[in-house]
């Protein structure tokens, strides 16, 4: 397993935008896909975006509309996830979590897992 650490998130304005970063606290993940997930208060931890281990695809909830992007930097063993025109309801704990086994939608495709960040939008 790897251990993750999230950073960047905080508060914003609705419509505003914020960027979350993921890397590892000790050895690298070049080699696993990488998702990012959230969890608001009472409600189940749901798939946001998702890259391969190479960047060259990647995927989304649906309900992203385009409004977030998650890239990696290999060489600097980073993952990112780019939120733009956020809205109240993007308000939530964001998880970057490694995947060994390739992409999945469900947290169960992920091996290790980060603490979270929180974001919150206000209205």
């Known amino acids: 397993q790897v251990q993750l650490v999230e950073l960047g998130g905080g508060l914003v304005q609705a419509g505003g935008s914020l960027r979350v970063s993921c890397a590892p606290s000790r050895r690298t993940f070049s080699s696993n896909a990488m998702g990012w997930f959230r969890q608001a208060p009472g409600k189940e931890r749901e798939f946001v975006a998702a890259?391969?281990?190479?960047?060259?695809?990647?995927y989304y909830a649906n309900y992203m509309k385009g409004r977030f992007t998650i890239s990696r930097d290999n060489a600097k063993n980073t993952v990112y996830l780019q939120m733009n025109s956020l809205k109240p309801e993007d308000s939530a704990v964001y998880y970057c979590a490694a995947s060994t086994g390739g992409i999945g939608y469900s947290p169960l495709a992920y091996d290790s897992w980060g603490q979270g960040t929180q974001v919150t939008v206000s209205s």
């Open positions: 890259i391969t281990w190479s960047g060259r695809s990647t």
